[in-house]
């Protein structure tokens, strides 16, 4: 596995001494609820009016939009960061991941198509110099994708394991959303059809890739 990652930002941040968690629970969906009904990212002190709670508390849970940004992103992801499944076979866990999380990016479209947002907003000011907190990191996939490939590992070269694991993160996330849904105009039905076509398709040529390989060696 790629051991030069950037580490994605933490799911949510640690609730801070001295805030019950009611509270917090309560600025996470009232930040989620203003993304929802205005399509637009909230400030911390929009969310904190919105909630009917103090600014000083409101920036006590989320000291940067980034951090509160993973903590809707966190709420969002929900049992797909802890995905466990019974298949042994590396293809059908990964097609159980596929259909298992599905619903829930449809569900919560709205938040994770705003982490794009905010991350390329980020990266611009990042290479203007001009970002003013620490950005916000996404790349929770990369976890969940390898958790759920494991099986293969065993049965793919190291390099040819790489190749699937970032083929299948182009696959896997709000990303296919922007393109079927955005340019190609394509219903939720029809873009899981094709989120299972395509992750299918990979492992099926990374598997057979790794069989020539296989070949090739032994006639040497």
């Known amino acids: 596995m790629n051991t030069n990652l950037v580490s994605p930002t ?3 941040p640690d609730k801070p001494a001295g805030i019950k968690s009611a509270t917090f629970k309560l600025l996470l969906d009232s930040a989620i609820e203003l993304l929802q009904r205005t399509g637009c990212a909230p400030t911390i002190a929009e969310v904190a009016k919105y909630a009917g709670i103090s600014r000083a508390t409101a920036y006590r849970c989320f000291p940067s939009k980034g951090a509160m940004l993973g903590a809707m992103v966190s709420q969002s992801l929900g049992p797909m960061r802890t995905f466990a499944s019974e298949q042994t076979q590396g293809k059908e866990r990964i097609l159980e991941l596929l259909s ?11 938040t994770l198509r705003m982490a794009v947002q905010i991350s390329l907003e980020q990266q611009a ?12 990191r996404r790349g929770h996939r990369i976890q969940i994708l ?3 490939l494991e099986p293969l590992k065993a049965q793919l070269p190291n390099d040819i394991y790489l190749k699937l694991h970032k083929a299948l993160s182009m696959v896997y996330g709000v990303e296919i959303f922007i393109v079927m849904k955005d340019i190609w105009n394509d219903k939720n039905k029809d873009i899981l059809t094709n989120m ?4 299918e398709a990979l492992i099926d040529s990374a598997i057979n890739q790794a069989k020539s390989h296989l070949v090739s060696k032994n006639k040497r």
Do not use: C
């Open 146 to 148: 390898d958790k759920a």
């Open 100 to 110: 298992r999380s599905f619903p829930r990016l449809v569900k919560h479209e709205t």
């Open 125 to 136: 000011l990042a290479n203007a110099g001009m970002i003013q907190e620490k950005p916000y």
């Open 10 to 12: 933490p799911d949510s």
């Open 196 to 199: 299972m076509w395509m992750a």
